[in-house]
């Protein structure tokens, strides 16, 4: 796709930002050879020393945009910490880029259940065997643990770890990005004071 195939005008005209991000992820669904879902979770701990790392967006909705992990993670304890983050999509071959921020609530039972059952099966013993973020004192040390988890549910299904589920980011800013020729790049940012009020928009100098 090349970069005048979306006007400065297809910015203008939506009003609803999850609207343009499901056109958006649809497009990068088309063109990224990997991963088009994938996108960079930014937190801080405790001292406000930030962190971010790649997860995979697995749902979105007008709700918010809901990831799964170990909530012993790093990331784990710094977002049920902080109940912010910031998430950042890059897709490099359409050259456009999404930010969000905004407050972070954890998913129901019944989505985590839902979601850890669609896993395959070695996903479902990983997220058991490994003490995720924590010190590992050699590979073998984890090939045990799967090898013993899996023993464990050799017979009968793989129940979820109660340690692991899923976040919902709820934003309150999410900004669109298109890269356009000079640098002289589209920006447009919806912004709303919290996640139960309506949006505003407006256009940002490159």
């Known amino acids: 796709m090349s970069e005048n195939q979306l006007t400065s005008g297809d910015f203008s005209e939506n009003d609803d930002p999850f609207g343009l991000f499901a056109a958006w992820l649809e497009d990068a669904t088309k063109s990224e050879p990997n991963d088009p879902n994938a996108v960079a979770v930014a937190s801080v ?59 972070v609530e954890v998913v129901s039972d019944e989505e985590a259940d839902a979601y850890y059952r669609s896993r395959p099966l070695g996903s479902r013993i990983g997220a058991w065997a490994s003490r995720q973020s924590r010190p590992l004192e050699s590979r073998f040390a984890l090939e045990k643990a799967v090898a013993e ?52 928009k407006e256009r940002l100098y490159p």
Request: net charge positive.
């Open 45 to 103: 701990d405790e001292t406000g020393m930030p962190n971010v790392r790649m997860v995979l967006l697995k749902e979105f909705d007008q709700r918010g945009f809901v990831f799964y992990t170990n909530f012993e993670s790093q990331k784990g304890r710094e977002i049920l910490g902080q109940r912010k983050a910031a998430m950042c999509f890059h897709w490099k071959t359409l050259r456009r880029q999404v930010r969000l921020r905004g407050e």
């Open 149 to 200: 988890y899996t023993a464990r549910f050799a017979l009968g299904d793989v129940p979820r770890p109660p340690h692991w589920s899923g976040f919902r980011l709820r934003p309150v800013s999410i900004e669109f990005w298109h890269d356009r020729k000079f640098r002289l790049h589209d920006r447009i940012v919806f912004s709303r004071a919290t996640p139960e009020e309506g949006w505003s």
